[in-house]
């Protein structure tokens, strides 16, 4: 299984979008510090993930996470305002 997930850094009220095969293990790696794209705005919580059979669906899905597209898609569909407070 592969799976597509989303970081929301409340702190800095970002965004990341992602593919693993273990998503507990890539959190752990992105607030460690072990990242360099997302060190600078730790911590990340996962707030979405979506799972996938093959590494070529899950690709299609975080380039279409990551476009211009997407990115409306992520703010019409992630309640972000649940996450900061």
């Not at 597509?4 to 800095?12: D, G």
């Not at 992602?18 to 911590?43: D, V, W, Y």
Request: glycine share 4%; proline share 1%.
């Amino acid at each position: 299984m592969f799976y597509i997930y989303v970081l929301y850094s409340v702190k800095f009220d970002r965004m990341y979008v992602g593919m693993t095969i273990n998503c507990e293990h890539r959190l752990r790696q992105h607030n460690s510090g072990k990242t360099q794209s997302t060190k600078a705005f730790m911590p990340w919580i996962i707030i979405h993930k979506e799972e996938y059979l093959t590494r070529e669906e899950a690709r299609d899905r975080e380039r279409y996470l990551k476009s211009a597209a997407g990115r409306r898609w992520r703010r019409k569909h992630l309640n972000l305002a649940a996450w900061r407070n």
